[in-house]
């Protein structure tokens, strides 16, 4: 069994700085690609940002240039460090994380969410 909390969400003004980990515990060998999604209300889940195992990332338009993944691998923990944020990026945040729980199985798994809000 795996868990990933999510923490670090909060309010904060826009222009602010937030940064989200993600972190995974139970029974994991590997966590491979890992992404960070977001759901703001009356809207569908979008991906964020992602990065694989060798820290290659992706970004979507909105955030990109703002916002950075990065993840510890010894830690099983991944991070997204949201700068300059702006009020449409209030929205619950979920990671969600390809987690290898022995060799040859692999699960998809997400986190609780924690929520993030922007005010002008």
């Known amino acids: 069994q795996v868990q990933l909390v999510e923490s670090g969400g909060g309010l904060v003004q826009a222009g602010g700085s937030l940064r989200l980990s993600c972190a995974a515990s139970?029974?994991?060998?590997?966590?491979?690609?890992v992404g960070w999604y977001r759901q703001a209300p009356g809207k569908r889940r979008e991906l964020v940002a992602s990065i694989t195992r060798d820290s290659s990332a992706n970004y979507a338009d909105s955030v990109n240039g703002r916002f950075t993944i990065s993840r510890d691998n010894a830690k099983n923990t991944v991070y997204l460090q949201m700068n300059t944020l702006k009020p449409e990026d209030t929205a619950v945040y979920y990671c969600?994380?390809?987690?290898?729980?022995?060799?040859?199985?692999?699960?998809?798994?997400w986190g609780q969410g924690t929520q993030v809000t922007v005010s002008s």
């Open positions: 139970g029974t994991i060998f590997s966590i491979n690609a």
């Open positions: 969600h994380a390809d987690v290898h729980v022995r060799p040859g199985l692999s699960i998809d798994y």
